[in-house]
């Protein structure tokens, strides 16, 4: 795969991004082995859970996303001097004034080149009004890469979105930059709860469960791989069962 920023968005708190993103860190991580570099930006100051959970494990750096140029600054220029590396970017709720503020212009920094990185993003949505209109405010100002947005189905099934359907149906911007809606599976309350809480890997969270739980954990994790197996960035490359 060719070195990749992998942004999890969604512009709120509660709609799962740091789970998307640890998932997703541990799906690169196991796919790739020895022969990437996974490396995770954490951009959530008041709660850094998944960085928590990664550091001393991989490469994680932290990158205020804010309004001010700086954060910016820095994480392009980390991005800008590394090589055989996959990006995680674990985003911060109300992202949305930084990325107005600064997203046109890192948006002309990748369209550039001088950051030859493939920028792809992934935007878990619940099923209120806001999740759809904070993607397009988003697609408004970073007009680079392929969009994927992962309905979660701890808030209902596939059919339940009624309002994302109703809004990619009105918006040529969605249409015309969504390669594919994700449907990112519920995980069992009584194991979500240690998971979410615990401050563990996949891995480690499946060694400290009762057998049951541990192989229910294991099926939920194939689904989110086989989930992220959809992407078109994984299609030739995708990873056989576990």
């Known amino acids: 795969m060719r070195d990749t920023i992998f942004y999890v968005g969604g512009g709120k708190g509660g709609v799962g991004k740091s789970l998307v993103s640890m998932t997703l860190v541990q799906f690169l991580?196991?796919?790739?082995?020895?022969?990437?570099?996974?490396?995770?930006?954490?951009?959530?100051?008041?709660?850094?859970?998944?960085?928590?959970?990664?550091?001393?494990?991989?490469?994680?750096?932290?990158a205020?996303?804010?309004?001010?140029?700086?954060?910016?600054?820095?994480?392009?220029?980390?991005i800008e001097t590394s090589s055989d590396t996959l990006y995680?970017?674990?985003?911060?709720?109300?992202s949305n004034m930084g990325i107005r503020k600064n997203g046109r212009n890192f948006t002309a920094v990748l369209e550039s080149g001088k950051v030859p990185y493939n920028?792809?993003?992934?935007?878990?949505?619940?099923?209120?009004?806001d999740s759809v209109e904070l993607l397009e405010d988003f697609l408004n100002h970073v007009s680079f890469g392929p969009v994927y947005p992962i309905r979660n189905?701890?808030?209902?099934?596939?059919?339940?979105?009624?309002?994302y359907a109703k809004y990619f149906g009105e918006s040529n911007l969605l249409r015309s930059r969504v390669v594919k809606i994700l449907d990112f599976p519920a995980l069992a309350d009584i194991i979500a709860d240690d998971f979410y809480t615990g401050g563990r890997t996949i891995p480690e969270t499946a060694d400290s469960l009762g057998a049951f739980a541990a192989?229910?954990?294991?099926?939920?994790?194939?689904?989110?791989?086989?989930?992220?197996?959809?992407?078109?960035?994984?299609a030739d490359n995708g990873m056989g069962d576990e």
């Open 29 to 62: 991580i196991d796919k790739y082995g020895e022969s990437k570099t996974i490396h995770l930006i954490e951009t959530d100051e008041s709660n850094p859970d998944v960085g928590r959970v990664y550091k001393g494990r991989i490469p994680v750096s932290a």
């Open 64 to 78: 205020l996303l804010d309004e001010n140029e700086k954060g910016w600054i820095l994480m392009s220029e980390l």
């Open 88 to 94: 995680v970017i674990n985003s911060a709720a109300r």
């Open 119 to 129: 920028f792809v993003t992934l935007w878990p949505i619940n099923r209120q009004k």
């Open 153 to 163: 189905e701890y808030f209902g099934e596939p059919d339940d979105f009624t309002l």
């Open 215 to 234: 192989q229910s954990f294991l099926s939920w994790r194939n689904q989110v791989y086989a989930m992220f197996g959809e992407m078109e960035e994984f």
